[in-house]
């Protein structure tokens, strides 16, 4: 058992630190919200009335907050008053340069931490299946690894402070891409008067199968279920999708890669969101693309 602090329980997080608890770990749990925090004492953790309260005599802290000026903001909190050799695993999603920056700073502080953005939406968060992309010393994920593997069924170790943020920008960015992509597959088959499932059984053996066709299948009735089979709610919001393309535009300017298609991704999906379509799944971009 290790005793835990949990700061931001929203959507993820809530999930993610009941299953720490289930887990037999002392969870002391902070989030602005009460609502979340009432759903976290509910799940078994111990709520705190700040981020600074939570993370008194805790071995580990863990953060799931929504972007990088969030975490900067309890980082800046917090580190002074840690105690030496506190593990900071920071699980959302941000830029690599404040993971790296907010990293260099728990270090200087005595701190050891971890990025650990996830792969998997809300539903593996709460049945403990996500997938963790871990940046930091091989000491450092090897004590993160024992607790990750708590909420998750794969932990992986990218290397240094940050290359778990760049992976999953990285993955994210070809997985937009690729969702436009299958989409406009399938819109342009149906217009050669193929028939959607048809066009599935033949593609998904053949080379332009991929994940977001043959497991996230954005036509409704073809493939396993997904949300396009229920309206397109639930699943991975596009805003959220637009959020990690824009990283990865913001990394890729940072760095001069080249990323053509990311950028076109990004810019269909913020049409698809500006027409208030941010709240759908990503996959419902097949209905503008459709017209
Ligand atoms: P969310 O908005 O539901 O939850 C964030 C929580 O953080 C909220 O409850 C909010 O009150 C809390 N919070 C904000 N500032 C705080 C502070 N200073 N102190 C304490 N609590 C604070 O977001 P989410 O969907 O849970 O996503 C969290 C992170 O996970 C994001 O970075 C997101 O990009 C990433 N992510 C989300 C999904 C998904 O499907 N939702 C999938 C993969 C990764």
């Not at 300017?253 to 049409?271: I, S």
């Not at 379509?277 to 693309?289: A, E």
Request: charged share 15%; aromatic share 6%.
């Amino acid at each position: 058992m290790t005793r835990i602090a949990f700061i931001g329980l929203g959507n993820m997080g809530g999930g993610m630190a009941a299953n720490l608890a289930k887990a037999g770990h002392d969870v002391r749990a902070f989030d602005l919200s009460p609502e979340a925090l009432a759903r976290a004492k509910a799940a078994g953790c111990l709520p705190a009335a700040s981020a600074t309260e939570a993370a008194d005599g805790a071995e580990a802290i863990v953060t799931m907050l929504p972007a990088g000026t969030h975490v900067e903001a309890v980082y800046a909190d917090l580190l002074p008053t840690l105690a030496p050799a506190t593990l900071l695993i920071d699980c959302s999603t941000i830029d690599v340069a404040t993971a790296k920056r907010v990293a260099e700073s728990a270090h200087t502080h005595g701190a050891t931490a971890v990025d650990a953005p996830v792969s998997g939406g809300i539903g593996a968060a709460n049945a403990g299946t996500l997938t963790f992309m871990v940046g930091g010393s091989d000491a450092a994920f090897e004590r993160a690894e024992r607790i990750l593997s708590d909420m998750g069924r794969a932990v992986i170790h990218a290397g240094a402070n940050g290359t778990g943020q760049a992976a999953k920008i990285a993955n994210n960015m070809l997985l937009g891409a690729t969702m436009v992509a299958t989409c406009e597959a399938f819109l342009l088959a149906e217009k050669l008067g193929l028939d959607a499932q048809t066009f599935y059984d033949i593609s998904s053996v053949a080379s332009g199968q991929s994940w977001s066709m043959t497991s996230y299948c954005p036509v409704p009735g073809v493939g396993p279920d997904t949300p396009a089979d229920h309206d397109y709610q639930g699943g991975f919001a596009t805003m959220l999708m637009l959020k990690d393309l824009k990283l990865a535009a913001a990394a890729a300017a940072d760095t001069g890669a080249d990323t053509p298609m990311g950028a076109k991704a990004a810019e269909l999906y913020q049409r698809f969101a500006d027409a208030g379509q941010g709240g759908l799944d990503f996959s419902g971009i097949i209905k503008m693309l459709r017209g």
